[in-house]
């Protein structure tokens, strides 16, 4: 059997040529739509691959077999039909059309003919082939779990799909495979990647000028918003010595109202209680009156899938024109998509900063580079425990890198594998 790949952007433009170059006798054995040009995919266009062939014996016979002329049995009915009657002076002649021979399709461009011996080698390929060509649409981390030992342990914290994409991928272009066979050169790259993909910021800076600072905190339910602001409260007041305002909008639980007033008495700051977007609107006033160096705003937790919830919220939000901080508290034990749903809803409401919280009940870290690598937003503080204000922390991208990254055992194992393994990625078998 003959063998071709095409490439064309049509199934008829993929028939033409077949037939150009195998006859009507050929047979499709594969056919896929793949993308061809651009880079990693982008601005590339849409082609199909069409693997087509024809069985060697069926060419070699239209190729060999000679032409025969009809015999004079085959040809004589075709005279006996034919009359010829002697033509009158006003009449034309009657002109018998000529026989045409029959013509024989010979395939352009023969390839080289195989022998019989090494059909089954031919078969075997076209096998192996179709094979590679039925598994292109494998995970990227499935096939570098063969490569580095520490993408499993990835895994297991937490890594993604579309983060150890990412990872790989910048890792394959920028570093030859003699680079990534020493083991510092491997840590290295993971240590860059990380912190240019960890975004920290919003930490609160207290200038010379004094400017009153607001933070407006909200999340879901039972994500520890409250507790955050009792911990962020306390480093404000007992670390750096600012005065400080609560008030909470937290009316739905009064719990929560009675352990932010247990918290103020021992911090010895106010706290005012507002019931409708007017009254917080008045509490700004007399917080900025009052001259508080930062004022923490707790809010009641909404569900993403409220939105007239976060309607409501968000009315608060607009009553006023000061200038206010927004921050999105989420548990790091939710779900990565429970997460980015939350990132994406709560948009509504003006805010850049994350606060991440039960750092300390988990071990799959690696979904805060799922937030960073979906998201535009950045990570402010970290809550790594129940204890008021000790576990509570500014977002460090260096000291985070110790969570996800294991203990440094980064090795490539071969170079034979590591090229089988490229190999049947790009589908060059």
Known sequence: MRIKKYEVYTMKDAIDQIKQDFGSNAVILHSKTIKKGGLFGVMSKNMIEVVAGVDINIVESATKQPLKLASNSQVKPLIQKTTVS????ASKPHIVPPIVKPSVTIAK????EVKPSNIEKILSNIEKKLFCLSQSSLLWEEIFTDLFPICEELKTRGFSEIVLKNLFKEMLINYSLKDLQQNQTLSQFLNDYLLKTLRANGMIRFNQEKEQQRLFIMGATGVGKTTTIAKLAAKFTLFEKKKV??????TYRIAAIEQLKTFAEILHIDIDVVYTPEEFKLSLERAQSMEFDVVLIDTAGRSPHHKE??????????????????YLVLSLTSKIEDLLTAIRIFNMIPYENLILTKFDETQSYGAILDLMVSTTKSISYLSTGQVVPDDFEEFDPSKMIQYLIP??????????????????RSIKC
Do not use: C, H
């Not at 919830?309 to 927004?326: H, R, S």
């Not at 090795?411 to 090229?419: H, M, P």
């Open 245 to 250: 305002g609560l008030i909470t909008i937290d």
């Open 407 to 424: 203990a440094p055992r980064l090795t490539i194992q071969s170079k034979e594998l590591y090229e089988e393994i490229l190999e049947e």
């Open 109 to 112: 461009d023969p390839l080289p």
């Open 86 to 89: 002697k033509p009158s002076p």
């Open 309 to 326: 919830q976060l309607q409501e919220l968000k009315a608060y939000f607009d009553v006023t024109t000061m200038n206010m901080i927004g």
